[in-house]
Every structure is written in C-alpha cells, then in structure tokens.
C-alpha cells in the first residue's frame, strides 16, 4: 500500500525497492492496494509492471476519499480509468479496494473482456537487485568517480574509522548515525556497518545500532552491509532490515557443514552474501588459493543450498603490499589476476574487498594511500572486474588525479614492477609528511595550499556574500569599505545591497533558501542601513543647505526609494505578532516599506495611520477567534471610509474560507481586493501582484475563487443537517459514573500560586514541532516532525542551523534569567450542571452539600449530525452530576521577560534574533503547560500519583483526562476565560491580564480547564444552531447579539 502521492510505503520505501525486498521468495504476485484512486496509482502500478519479473496485481480505491470520507468514482468512470492499465499491459489482476462494490467490479471485468493480460517478463542475465528505501540493481552502478564500481562506506566500521569506533564505545549513536549520512552524501552506494571490539557488546550494539540506522532516510535510503565476524551478530542485524542487504560475512573456516547452515538461513532471508576466501586451512594469500576456495565455496552455495550466484560477493582479500617483506610484494598482482579468473569459473558473481588493507603500511598519509588505491583499482575494475569495494568514498582519487610521480611509483609497487618501489613509495611518504607539517605551521608552501576566502573579494562583492548568507560579523566594515568607493552613501544600498537582497528574493520564492535564513539576511541588511543613514541624513542635509533651504525641515521618513508602502497592524484585543513580524522582515527584504504598528491596534488607529503614511497595502493580523470578528469590523470601517487600498488578512486562527465569506464581502473591489495570506513565504507575490502590472488579471482570478468559495460555503449549509439543541442532548456522552467513579478528592484543593519552576525545568517538555511551523520549515515524508526535520533533503540542514541557534539563545535566557515562569492553578469541588450543559463550580465541599454555587461554566455541544452512533459532546459530560463528589481544575501559566528581549533586539536591528526570541518564549510556555499538569495530575490533584510516562508520551496524551484551553475547539467561547481569571485571581496572583478581546498578556501564556475522568477526550464542537445559543447566552446572562458576536466563528445561521 502506498501512503501517498510520493509512491512510497508507510515505511518509505518505492515500490521497487519493496519487490527486491521480496523477490527471494518467488512471490506468484505483487502490486498496489488501497490508498490511492485508480487515476492516481498509474504511475506506480506502470513502474511495478516493468520492475516485476511475476504477475502483477492493481486493487485501487474508488478515487481518492471526498471531504465526507465517501467515494466518487462511478463503476464507469473505475473501468476507464483501468483502462490504460489493460491497454499498456500493466496487470495480470485487477479488482476494487475502498468505495468499490459488485457494480464496480462487474464494470472492470467487462472492460477487461478485450484484452490480454501482461505477459511474463523474457528472462534476463541476473542481477544483483538490493533495496534500501530504494531499490538499486548492483551491474547498473557507478561510482562518483565514473567506474563501475559500488562503493561500501567503511567510515561505521570499527576497524575503519578511530572516530566512530569512539562514539560506539562511547554510546552516542546519534553522532554515530551522522557518520553515515556523510558517507551517502560523499558517494556511498552501501553502508558497512562493523561492531565488532572486545570490549563492545556486539550483538546488543548491532541491533541498535541498525535500528536507529533504518529510522533515518537519509542512511536507509541506500542498501547496508552488515558486518561481522560472529554469525549471529549479522543476523540479528539482518532481522531488523527492511531492504534487501549483504551479510559480510560467511566462509568454510567453520567446516562445511555449518558454512552450509549459515547459508541457507541468509538464503532464506533474502540476503546478499559475502564470501571470504578462508577454508579450513586459513586466509588464501596466493593466486592459486584465492581460485580454489572461491571455486569450491561457488559450487556448495549454487549446487547444495540453491543460493543465486548474482547474490554471492566473493572477497579474495585484499593484503597489505609494500611492508618490505618480499613475499608480501606480489599480492597486488595476485588479487587482480584471481578476480579474472573467479569471474570467469563462477558465473555472475561479484568480486569484492577492503582496499584500505592495501596500503596499511603507509597510514598517516591519506594522499599516499589514496594513490596507491586509485592506481590498484582502475586496473583491478576495468581489467579484471572487480565491483564491490569497501572504501573512503570522499577520499577516493581517480587515476588522472594522482600526481605523474606518485602514480608511477604506485604503480610499480602494485604490480611489483621493480625491487626498490617499496622504497620509492617510502621515500615520497616521507616528503608528503614533512609537507604536511610545513602546511601545519603556516610556513613555506602553506601559501600554496591557502585557500580562498569570500573575505578576499572587494567590499561590495563581501557585502552581497554576507547578505545572502546572512553573516552580519563584519558588516559595518565593508559598509564603510565600500562607502569610500562611491559617490553616495544611497549607492550602497543600491548597488550591492539590493543586489544582494535581490539574490535572497529570488532563492526565497523560488523554494531554494528558507525564512530563517532570510530573516538572518534581514538583520544584516537593517545593520548595515542603520550604519549608513547617518551619512544619508548628512548628505540631504548639505543639500538642503546648498539649495537654500533650511535643513531642520528635512524629512526623515522619506520613503520614496521604496517599491510600495505596507502598514501591519494585530488587531484590537489581539497581542500576538510573531507571524506579523515574519511578514514584515519578508517584505522588508523585497525593498517595501513596512509600517508595523504593533498589536492591539484599534479600528481606529489602523484607519488614522493608513492614511498618515498613505499606505499602498493594509495587512491585518489576530490569533484568537475574536479577531476574526475585529478584521470584519475593519474591513466595513475601510469600506464606509473610501480607502482604496488592497486588504491582506493572516494568522493563525484566519482561513482563505473566512475571508471569501465573511470578510471579503465587506470590502473588496475590483481596486481594492481582500486576500487572505497562508504565511509569509506568500506575502512578496501577492503584495507585488497587487502592486504589479498584472494586478487586474490577479485581483479578477482572485474573484472567481472566493466567489466560489462563498458558494460551497452556503451550499454546505443548505446540505448539512443540524440536530436540535434538545436532540443533542438527549444523545449526550453517558458516563456510567457508578462504574468509572470520579478522581479523588485533590490533594491542594484552592488555589495554588506556581512560581519556583525554571525554564530549565521545563526544557525536557518542550515539543519542537510548532518551533519549526513557525519559522516556515516543514520537512516532506517521511521526514514529517522533529527530530527527523534534520534528515529531510531540502530544509533538513537549514532547520538544524536554526535549532542549533534556538539552543544557543535558550543557553543564554536561562543564564541570565532574562525570561521567567509564573502561574497559578485552581481545583475546585464541581459537579455538571441539572441540565447537563454546564459545571457548577463550589468553593467548598459545605457549599458543595447546600447546592450554593460559586461560579458556573458554561459549555456548548456538538449539533452537527453525525453518520455514526457517536455521542454528541459537550466538556460538561465528562463531570459527573450532583450526588457525586467529582472536581475541575484549571490553571493559566505565562513567560515574562519576552517583551524586555525583543525591545532589545529591535534597538539593535535583529529581527532574527527577535523573532527568535518570541518563538521560544511560546515553546517555553508549552512546555510549562505540560509540566504543570503533570504535577497536577501526580502531585496537586494526584489522581495519578503512579504515572510513568516520558516526555514523547506526554505529547502524544498517553495519560487520563484532558485539558481543553477557552477558546479553542472543545469550548470555542473566549469569554469563559472570565470566569476562570476571577476564579483563580490569575491577575491578581501571577500578573496575567486579558485584553478587551480576551487575549492573554503577556502574549506566550496558556490556559486550561483541567478534567480528570478517564473517558474525558478533546473533540470539536463545531457549528452550533440558534436555539442552542439562545439557551447558552441566558446561562451566561447575556445579551443574545453579544453571544452571537464571541461566537460568530462557529455559528450555522447568519446573525442580523
């Protein structure tokens, strides 16, 4: 089954590298399922029909699901699609997986009646076919040198790299693991994988060490060698493969007998083998015994255990020449002169070994030692046929890349050509070393292995480099460099500056570079702005000067030079301005100019400052649903005012739907559209569309869609069926709470002030994820989510760029206190209201017994109708009702200093470190979050006093209850927010206010109502009908038009 559009299984792997995986069992069949329609499976079922040398078999779905979950294929539209896979020859069986029925599959069978099935493939010479993630035929490859060779990585074997030998022994297989995706990268075909030390548990160390491996995509995308002297080392390593891999290695120095068992085991696993040339006797150091023990272990593998020569690799091995023993000295020449004639006695094998072993006597002295390899394998690959080697991928040399004095020495020494070439070889090692150490001192020819720096180009070329690397260190030198080089200090900013933004514009849009780094090329571009206005400032000045004029009437917000005027504003009530910061530096850095107001900026104010600094474009930003009521405000104020500007609309709790239908309708004109914005990777072509030449054939598309998104819209209305506020209730959740009783009495009931925990207490909560969303980097599968972020292709090394940095800052606040933790919890006798729609809140467990209650809060059901027996939830559900002694909690947590750090940032043109600071500070407050209701659920309340879960756990809500924020999708009412501040005094207690639109403040603050029963879920409420917010604004006492107004996300009906 493939998951996706990718081509891929759950587990990654392409459809062809599954069937190598497989093909050692002589499948009748294999082909594609489930998952996709029959449309979209074409282009895999075709690959699958030209990779599989059996019957190939296509179950698709009735199409791809509808938004309802259904299918809407038709009979006849699943048999034409099928067609092409007739007509092409594609399948041998055919049928119908999800959404398809009996008229389905008759429709198919007709359509087959007029065609052959796909023949069987024609034998051909066999191949060696391995499969990681991908699929690789061995005959087919070559290496990055241009030969035909496959390059084993020997950089995670103990023998062959000090450096991962010590992360091994150390056990730090993380770092371990970067070992070997730098062995992908630098030309690994195949991984060889080497624990073997008398000191290291090895069969342990193997498995976890191939089962973090296949985790990764970056290293399992390519096939491994598992390597081992002890048997049952590679097995267990082979059992925790997915692909089709090589066992390195088997040989008949343990008897036949048991080199026959260990064959047909790895037979029967579908492993490629490799075969030492050992016997009883011991290694085969000559010609003649490297022949006869490849000969003799060909026939017991291919004549007893049936195993297929095109999966046997035979290593003759590879020895050590020029140890100045002389009968060492021809075993260059032995090896090459075997592998021709194994090649030619034992059909399709493979020919195989350790090249490092060859020059082992001139370790220390890479140069050398890659010399004499270059020269030993282009002989031993193009004349003899050698094909596998296990190698230095990054440091292998091709033959015309070794010096003329080297090669001629390496290749006497090879080929054993002269008695002396051991001496030769020494004697040039010998220069190569003291070269090395005159290189290391600085001295004599270190100029000629100098290389060259960007800090040697001229002053304006530096400055493009720093901008598109985002390197502000020396900014304001070559500032001024290249100030003296020009007539005005304003042709800086045109000239290499912009040329330099321009190049940052140009990789952002065009997918190649991502927002931290542009949000890094944006700090140095404001630094080396502000190093420059003085002079700017100084220059219109002595103009003015000249000109008569007197120079204190200079303007100091001249924006002329500007490609268009942008004003940001987070609207009233709303704090929040992260991603409004984002957009900004974005489009500061495609040369607008951004008036950035700041957040809760009042209707008001938007519409003084937009005319004030005559604006091209009005962008609005919010994060709580209020918001979404506030931007309608405005847009109507813009409309009944006659502004004329383009109106964007972002943030978090913003939609393109809510835009079209509930915004856009207020305002937008042909001249002054209203355009919803996803995130700031989008800001620069829309607002340059807007402003552009092509603005009318944009703002017309733009039209269309929204004109027929408001149709959908009020067509799903008209479809979609609502249930009564009483129907709904009727089929409320009904806990048995006899049965599941309510949690304990809390062990703190009141409430309780949290402010002795650090932000270095909370670290090991924090979940990254969010971290990434916010800065625009989302890794593609199967490289979805942190940590596995850092292994996609495309934002992987950039994310950790970025993470490292978020680490760096996070060292710092918690260093110097600069942010802190407060907030304040409360558990409270509760019971679910009479009517069940509401918990009644009790300042004691008296009040509780004489029904007097303290606070009540209110909650909303589900009304949409479900196709299922579901229940139609509310949050009152999951407390019990009087009669019960049941509690609620809740809490409201903050992190202070943010503010103070962004000011400071700001001051110092930092807009990367600002936004930095501000995403941390929302991470940070998360975490605090998770952590405090931990406590609660162990300590405070305790109901779970025995709870072992470790952090990924606690992320994926492995434990009992639950806790729904105000607001947001299981209570979409801010207003209950109310309620809970007056409950807890969390203003008074722990300094945390509420805006006039309910939003927190400081802006990274969380809140929560806490629920402690084990049936307690998060859900959606949904849409809601009148009747039920008539009932639920007379709970609240409220006026009914300002129910409708908190509420106006969710409702199904049009207020008045």
Not at 27 to 32: D, E, R, S, T
Not at 71 to 88: C, G, I, S, V
Not at 270 to 285: I, L, R, T
Not at 878 to 898: E, I, N, Q, T
Request: net charge negative; glycine share 8%.
């Amino acid at each position: 089954t493939l998951v996706d559009q990718s081509g891929r299984t759950l587990s990654g792997q392409t459809g062809e590298a599954f069937y190598a995986s497989i093909r050692h069992s002589k499948p009748m069949a294999v082909g594609i399922n489930c998952a996709l329609g029959t449309k979209q499976m074409t282009p895999f079922i075709e690959r699958m029909s030209k990779a599989a040398e059996c019957f190939v078999l296509a179950y698709s779905n009735a199409g791809l699901p509808n938004v309802m979950g259904g299918y809407d294929d038709t009979p006849e539209d699943m048999a034409e699609q099928y067609k092409a896979f007739f007509e092409n020859g594609y399948v041998n069986f055919v049928g119908g997986c999800c959404g398809s029925t009996p008229p389905h599959i008759k429709a198919i069978r007709d359509m087959t009646a007029k065609y052959s099935p796909r023949p069987l493939p024609k034998k051909t010479k066999p191949k060696m076919w391995l499969s990681g993630l991908e699929d690789m035929k061995v005959e087919d490859q070559h290496n990055h040198l241009g030969l035909p060779f496959l390059n084993v990585g020997e950089r995670c074997n103990i023998a062959g790299s000090m450096k991962f030998k010590k992360l091994m022994m150390a056990g730090d297989y993380e770092s371990a693991m970067d070992i070997a995706k730098k062995q992908v990268e630098d030309g690994a075909h195949v991984i060889d994988i080497n624990v073997d030390d008398g000191l290291l548990d090895g069969l342990a160390a193997m498995q976890k060490f191939v089962k973090i491996a296949v985790t990764d995509p970056e290293v399992s995308k390519v096939p491994f060698m598992l390597d081992a002297s002890k048997f049952e080392i590679v097995l267990a390593g082979l059992k925790w493969c997915q692909g089709k891999c090589i066992v390195n290695s088997i040989s008949l120095k343990v008897g036949e007998e048991l080199f026959i068992e260990h064959a047909t085991l790895l037979r029967k696993h579908g492993a490629a083998v490799v075969v030492m040339a050992f016997d009883e006797k011991g290694q085969a150091a000559t010609e003649e015994d490297k022949v006869r023990i490849c000969k003799r272990s060909y026939d017991i593998l291919v004549e007893k255990v049936h195993f297929p020569p095109e999966d046997i690799i035979f290593d003759p091995n590879v020895l050590t020449i020029g140890t100045g023993l002389e009968e060492h000295n021809n075993y260059g020449v032995d090896f090459i002169n075997a592998t021709k004639k194994i090649k030619e006695q034992c059909p399709y094998v493979k020919i195989s070994g350790g090249i490092s072993n060859l020059s082992f006597g001139f370790r220390g002295v890479m140069k050398i030692r890659e010399s004499i390899h270059a020269v030993f394998l282009h002989h031993a690959i193009l004349e003899a046929g050698m094909d596998v080697g296990i190698v230095n991928a990054k440091e292998m040399l091709a033959i015309d890349e070794v010096d003329p004095e080297i090669r001629k020495a390496a290749d006497d020494l090879v080929f054993n050509k002269s008695p002396d070439a051991t001496e030769v070889m020494l004697d040039l090692t010998r220069k190569e070393k003291e070269a090395i150490e005159v290189r290391k001192k600085g001295g004599g020819a270190a100029s000629e292995v100098k290389k060259s720096s960007w800090r040697d180009l001229d002053a304006k070329k530096r400055l493009e480099h720093a901008l598109v690397n985002g390197i502000s260190e020396f900014v304001d030198k070559d500032v001024e460099e290249a100030r003296q080089t020009v007539n005005r200090p304003l042709e800086v900013i045109e000239g290499p500056l912009m040329d330099g933004m321009n190049v940052v514009g140009d990789l952002f849009g065009s997918g190649k570079m991502f927002l931290p780094q542009v949000i890094k090329s944006a700090r140095v571009m404001k630094k080396a702005v502000a190093y420059l206005l003085p002079f700017m400032d100084k220059e219109k000045k002595d103009n003015m000067v000249k000109m008569g004029l007197n120079p204190d009437d200079f303007d100091e917000n001249d924006d002329s030079n500007y490609a268009g005027k942008v004003l940001m504003a987070t609207v009233k009530g709303d704090v929040h301005d992260i991603g409004k910061n984002i957009v900004a530096v974005v489009l500061g850095c495609n040369n607008f100019k951004v008036y950035d107001i700041g957040v809760m900026c009042s209707c008001e104010l938007i519409l003084e400052k937009a005319k004030e600094y005559d604006v091209d474009v009005i962008g609005l930003s919010g994060l709580i649903t209020p918001s979404l009521d506030e931007m309608v405000v405005v847009a109507k104020e813009l409309s009944k005012g006659g502004f004329k500007q383009p109106l964007l609309i972002g943030g978090a709790t913003t939609s393109k739907m809510h835009t079209a239908v509930k915004i856009s309708p207020n305002y937008t004109t042909n001249d002054h559209p209203v355009v919803h914005v996803l995130d700031a990777s989008r800001s620069v072509t829309v607002v340059s569309s807007l402003l552009g030449e092509g603005k009318a054939d944009f703002v017309e598309e733009l039209g269309e869609e929204y004109e027929e998104m408001r149709e959908d819209y009020y067509a799903g209305l008209e479809d979609r069926y609502f249930l009564s506020h009483e129907q709904a209730m009727e089929q409320k959740l009904k806990i048995n709470f006899d049965e599941s009783p309510p949690a304990p009495t809390p062990k703190k009931m009141g409430v309780t002030l949290i402010d002795s925990v650090t932000i270095e207490d909370i670290v090991p909560f924090i979940d990254w994820n969010p971290f990434f969303q916010t800065w625009e980097l989302r890794g593609r599968y199967p490289n979805r989510g942190y940590p596995k972020i850092f292994n996609d292709e495309t934002v992987g090394s950039e994310a950790k760029k970025l993470f490292d940095d978020a680490q760096k800052m996070m060292k710092e606040i918690i260093r110097d206190k600069s942010m802190w933790l407060k907030g304040v919890v409360g558990l409270f006798a509760a019971n679910c209201s009479s009517d069940g729609e509401d918990v009644n809140v009790y300042e004691s467990e008296a009040d509780r017994e004489a029904g007097k209650v303290w606070k009540s809060f209110c909650m909303l059901r589900q009304q949409a109708e479900k196709e299922s027996d579901d229940a139609y939830l509310s949050l009152a559900d999951f407390v019990a009702p009087a009669g019960f002694k049941d509690h609620l909690g809740m809490f409201a947590v903050s992190c202070f200093g943010c503010d103070e750090l962004v000011a400071k940032y700001e001051s110092e043109n930092d807009d990367y470190s600002k936004i930095m600071a501000q995403a941390l500070a929302d991470r940070f407050v998360e975490a605090f979050a998770e952590k405090l209701h931990l406590d609660i659920r162990t300590s405070l309340w305790g109901y779970a006093p025995d709870e072992q879960l470790n952090e990924a756990d606690l992320l994926k809500i492995k434990y009992d209850g639950i806790r729904p924020a105000p607001g947001y999708p299981s209570q979409p009412d801010h207003t209950e927010k109310s309620t809970m501040w007056h409950t807890i005094q969390a203003k008074e207690l722990a300094g945390i206010e509420l805006s006039e639109s309910l939003s927190m403040m400081p802006a990274s603050s969380v809140s929560a109502l806490v629920f402690s029963h084990p049936e307690s879920e998060y859900f959606a409420v949904g849409q809601v009908g009148r009747d039920q917010v008539e009932s639920y604004a007379k709970r609240k006492g409220m006026e009914l038009s300002l129910a409708e107004r908190w509420l106006s996300p969710i409702l199904n009906y049009e207020r008045d």
